[in-house]
């Protein structure tokens, strides 16, 4: 039995699916906390794995290349340096699960299971992918009984009783919980009301990084057995929170106040959630830098201020590659527009003139449109050459490319372009935080930006999408996202749509038009998801279109 223990959680970043590269990030994590006089490490949920795995968990030679790279993990440890606690998928028979694996004395001295599927988000959520594990008991740590929670069991009541009932001294929490707005602080709440239950102290780790559509945020954390805060790393950035816990007299652990770096909050957790999901977008592609189309437009606009924060001015390429008729593009201070956001911003910017190209291929098919009303499919071809374009230069060069749509445009099928992009870095902001963000950034600059301070969005665009942000015969922009969120997000009829103000007509209308866009929301882009809503992906409807009526 020891008095003493020294935790490191270590705030990492993992690449799911990258084994050998996440083992690494591991073993740099240790040596650290070894330097520091740690007695043991921990990392966040599946971080030898990374995640999210979706399929992947159900290849077994996949989870056989996990066993073995925990195994010469583990062998890490044979060096009487800190003990390594870490999250992966394991396999035990038949069934996949979230599991914690205590790597010490160069082998895996302990496996313990996530018992509780439910938590949704605040756990490690792979959508039904992990099979629960029995309910668990503590496990020895240097001579400490402690209870592991894995994923949703932090939600738990019975996961953290059943451990206090087994002689477990303290808890660890491993998670893979992904940001939404307010969800730090529902992390912080669900553990304090563990430890008010079981009267246990609690340390809890949380995964950083972008992966896939989901952003991690970290925040880790410690509380004493009262549920006081004692310990917390910053939200979205890699980081080694040490925390030293000793045994009292009535043998509770306690912990003096160690690190504490008080959390972001509202636009500026967004704004650093968009920007830490593009640069692993990036990073985690191998891609060199990102193009973005510059339009002249907000949305374009603010891509670009969020490029450049997250990769610095000189791995961003904005291109303008204008469209003939397009409203933006028309306008004679757009070219203007252009070139003050690429001077605010620092990036280089490139003009692409795609009149040849939309001339040939309307050459090319004036014969299949003779006769008939072609505007509107003219138009939509030339939104894809353009789109086309940026990505063969995007492809040439190596980078990704950007989409510019936002959550609105998407839902409306009003991006017919988007099919040719990488990554939607707004595809889950609807019009209205679009403007809120890019009047934040102008004023602020967030921790960690690699872009320059002060203001990165001309007030002439600003002033533009305040006067007109959809096209005609659409409502006003803030009653346009009222609208689709009430449709969409919270289930309302339309009858209660139309008791909030909107016209039936426009109800119908632009359930028309969400319906219509089904299937290009198919090939859209993916996006970072940072909505509070629980159906924070799209919406799936029939892609035929057959599905048009509310009543």
Known sequence: MTDRLSIAL????????????????????????????????????????????????????????????????????????????????????????????????????????????????????????????????????????????????????????????????????????????????????AAVARVVECGLPLVAVNAVGGEDERVFDGGSFALAAGGRLVAQAPLFAEHLLLSRWERGDDDSWGSSEAEMIAPVEGTEALYSALTLGLRDAVAKGGAPGAVVGLTGGLDSALTAAIAVDALGPERVLAVRAPLPGSEIDALADSLDDAAEIVELLGCRLDNVALGPVLKAADSLLAPAFAGRESVGAAGRLHARLRSATLAALAERMGALLLSTADRTDRLLGLVPEEAGCGYAVLGDLPKTEVLELARWRNVNQPAGSRGPAGRVVPERVLARRLKTATPAGLPPVEALDDLLSGLLDNGLSPAELVGRGHAAEMVESVWRMVVRAEADRRRASPAPRVSRQAVARLRRLPAGGGAMDLV
């Open 10 to 189: 270590a705030q990492a970043d993992p690449a799911a699916g990258n084994l050998a590269a996440n083992a690494d990030l591991l073993r740099a994590a240790r040596a650290e906390a070894a330097a520091r006089g740690a007695d043991l490490v921990v990392c966040p949920a599946g971080a030898l794995s990374g995640v999210p795995l979706l399929d992947l968990i159900a290849q077994p030679a996949f989870l056989d290349a996990v066993e073995a790279t925990a195994r010469a993990l583990a062998a890490d440890t044979a060096d009487g340096g800190p003990a390594l606690l870490v999250g992966a998928p394991w396999r035990d028979g038949a069934k996949q699960h979230n599991a914690a694996l205590l790597l010490d004395a160069g082998k895996i001295a302990a496996v313990r299971f996530q018992a509780e599927m439910g938590g949704g988000e605040i756990g490690a959520p792979e959508d039904g992918r992990f099979d629960a594990g029995p309910m668990p008991g503590p496990m020895n740590v240097r001579g400490v009984r402690v209870g592991l929670l894995v994923g949703g069991d932090l939600t738990s009541a019975d996961v953290t009783e059943t451990l206090a009932e087994s002689g477990a001294e303290m808890l660890i929490a491993l998670l893979a919980s992904p940001f939404a707005p307010g969800r730090a602080d529902e992390r912080v709440q």
